[in-house]
C-alpha cells in the first residue's frame, strides 16, 4: 500500500477547499503564501499535491480532471514531480535520520528561486511538516516568503504544532478538517474494505485521519500482524518485545499514542496506582520527545511495571 501523497491520483474528500483554491487562481485571487493545517495524515499533503497538478497542468495534455478530482498519470507535469525533476515546483520536507529541516534546505530553495524559470508558469513550493523548521531555518525562509518573486507560490503543511507567530503571520491560514466518519470513508474507498472489521475494537476508535488508519493497516500487513486478533495490550507488548520501534519514527509514534490510548481506557479514579503510573509514563515519554532520551529503557520499563505489573 503506497501512502506517499505525491501518488495518490485521487483526491478523496476535500473537494470544497480544492475547488475554492482552484477558482481563486483562476480569478488571479490565490494568496502566494498558503498554510494548510490539520491532524498529521488527514490529508493536507494530497491536497496540496492536486492543487499544484491543477495549476501546473494547465494547457497541457491529460490535464487534471475536476470533475471526478483525479490526476492523469500520463500528465506530464506528474510524471517531472514524481522524477524530481520539474523546474516549477520545488519540494522540501525533513530528511530521513534529522531531526528538522535544515538551514540548508532552505538556502537551495532560496538559490533555485532566484534562478530565472525556464518558462511562463508558476512555480510552486511545498513545504511538509514546517513545525519541525528549526529557528536557523525559519529565519532564513522568512526572507524569501516576505516577498517572494512573481509567480511564486508557497504552501505550507503544519501539523496542527506551534509554529513561531512571525512565519504564520505572514500566510493565510486554512483549517483542513475531517469527521470521524468521512476518515473512515475515505479509508474504505482507498483501501476498497471496510477498515472497522480489519482493527481490533479496541485500536479502532483511537484512529481519527484516514493516513494514521491507513499507516497502522499497512505497518501490520507488514508485520504479518492480524489486528482483528490482537488486542491493545498484546498489540503494544508485540511491539516492544519485538523492538518494531527502532529506526522507524512512525512506529515509535504509534507506539507512544497506544501507550497513551491504553492508560486512557484504564485508568479511573479509583486506581490510583494507575493514575500516578499514567503521569509518570506520560512524563516521561515527553520528555524522550524533546530531548531525544534512550526510549529503549523507557519502554522495557512501561512493559514491566504497567503491562506485566
Excluded: W
Amino acid at each position: 500500500m503506497n501512502l506517499n501523497p505525491a501518488k495518490q491520483t485521487t483526491l478523496y474528500g476535500h473537494h470544497f477547499e480544492f475547488c475554492n483554491f482552484i477558482d481563486l487562481y483562476k480569478n488571479k485571487k490565490l494568496p502566494n503564501k498558503i498554510l494548510l493545517s490539520g491532524e498529521k495524515g488527514i490529508g493536507k499533503s494530497t491536497l496540496a499535491y492536486h492543487i499544484i497538478n491543477r495549476i501546473l497542468s494547465f494547457g497541457e495534455e491529460h490535464s487534471y480532471d475536476e470533475k471526478n478530482f483525479t490526476i492523469d498519470p500520463e500528465n506530464k507535469s506528474f510524471k517531472l514531480i514524481l522524477n524530481k525533476s520539474n523546474p516549477n515546483f520545488i519540494s522540501i520536507d525533513i530528511e530521513e535520520d534529522k531531526k528538522s529541516i535544515d538551514i540548508n534546505q532552505i538556502r537551495n530553495l532560496i538559490l533555485n528561486l532566484n534562478k530565472s524559470s525556464f518558462n511562463i508558469k508558476p512555480r510552486l513550493v511545498l513545504i511538509d511538516n514546517i513545525e519541525l523548521l528549526n529557528i536557523n531555518s525559519v529565519n532564513a525562509l522568512l526572507k524569501i516568503v516576505e516577498e517572494p518573486n512573481d509567480n511564486i507560490y508557497f504552501i505550507l503543511i503544519n501539523n496542527n504544532k506551534k509554529i513561531l507567530p512571525t512565519l504564520k503571520s505572514r500566510c493565510l491560514n486554512y483549517n483542513i478538517h475531517l469527521k470521524s466518519d468521512e476518515s473512515f470513508d475515505i479509508s474504505n474507498k482507498i483501501l476498497g474494505k471496510n477498515v472497522k472489521k480489519l482493527i481490533h475494537e479496541q485500536m479502532i476508535n483511537n484512529y481519527s485521519t484516514p493516513g494514521s488508519i491507513l499507516n497502522l493497516l499497512n505497518f501490520a500487513d507488514t508485520n504479518g500482524v492480524d489486528l482483528t486478533q490482537m488486542n491493545l495490550k498484546d498489540f503494544i507488548k508485540m511491539i516492544i518485545n519485538e523492538k518494531k520501534y527502532k529506526k522507524d519514527q512512525f512506529v515509535k509514534q504509534l507506539l507512544y499514542s497506544l501507550i497513551e490510548l491504553y492508560f486512557r481506557q484504564n485508568v479511573s479514579l479509583r486506581n490510583i496506582k494507575l493514575l500516578k503510573m499514567q503521569n509518570y509514563f506520560l512524563k516521561k515519554i515527553n520528555n524522550t520527545k524533546i530531548f531525544n532520551l534512550d526510549d529503549e529503557t523507557l519502554l522495557m520499563e512501561f512493559d514491566d511495571k504497567a503491562l506485566n505489573g
